[in-house]
């Protein structure tokens, strides 16, 4: 099946996650295959078009123009403890492949402060390595300063905290009362100016997704401008978006911070034989190709097919898809 526009051959997967993240149970995406190999969009369902159109964007560079030539042949990256209980961060500690550093969910909705702190507990007790957490914009600035300390002594020291706060203007404030260095995320990848981040002294570092901001060499320029530390994350993919989130930490001229790309074990089942999971902790740079596609339903391709749809008609009216596709489209 194709969407009426999009001129490239493409499949739907859907698979259930292991572990409830985000407030998902499943994840499913689209995967389409270019001269360059295969790329991956899959925005989530609460975007609208214009906020899709980016991972379309994404995709379509992967596929046609492929990636920088890497300056490293491995990327570090954390395991990724959902906002679960105590005993199952303790096994997902257990199995996390080498990695070196944890990144724990916090402020989800439904949970409490107690909650937190008892799943950093039990990852401190269970692992020597460095801790982040992320909170996903969940608090309001009061929220965040009394939180992040009480964080801080329950991992005994944070490497940091990833977007206590919505707003950027929050964010320098959260930033200048507490003593644990800030993160910026949604405040990049889904605000009008991620700019504004540096120019209001909002972070210390950035948290950089291939698709959502619109591909890797549009991460890499962004991350020049800013001039701040840059860590890689995955926006929830399959093998295949992982690997460009990996392309993209590979090309960086220096990278100082594990990545948080090693969320492929969150899949029941992946769409490769041949899955990008840490070994020794690192993921290592290459190309996938999906041959153990978990297949979604007739709904569900013909939901895609629109959105596609949808997404190439945003992208033709406002980017120039030739400069995308090296002027094959």
Known sequence: MRAASLPLPWRVYRTRLTTRFRGL??????????????AEVSPFWDYDIPESAPWLAAALEAAYLGYPTPVRSAVPVN????????????EIIARRG??????????????????????????????????????NAGWDVDTAI???PLLDKAARGLEYVEQPVASVEDLATVRAAVNVPIAADESIRRAEDPYRVAEQDAADLIICKVQP???????LRLAADIGLPVVVSSALESSVGIAAGVAL??????????????????????VASESLVPTDGSLPVRRVEPDTVPPGDAELEERWAERLSAMWDHLAATRDIGELTGGVL
């Open 213 to 219: 901001l619109g591909g890797v060499r549009a991460c």
């Open 98 to 135: 080498g990695c070196e550093t944890a990144k724990v969910k916090v402020a989800e909705k439904g949970q409490t402060l107690d909650d937190d702190l008892d799943r950093i507990a039990a990852v401190r007790e269970s692992f020597g390595g460095r801790i982040r957490v992320d909170a």
């Open 249 to 270: 930490a590979a090309s960086l001229p220096t990278l100082d911070h594990a990545c948080g790309l090693a969320t492929v074990q969150l899949f029941d089942r992946d």
């Open 146 to 148: 009394r939180a992040i």
């Open 25 to 38: 149970d499943h994840r499913d995406g689209v995967l389409i295959q270019g001269p360059a190999g295969w």
């Open 79 to 90: 395991v990724t403890v959902p906002a679960t209980s105590p005993d199952r961060a303790r």
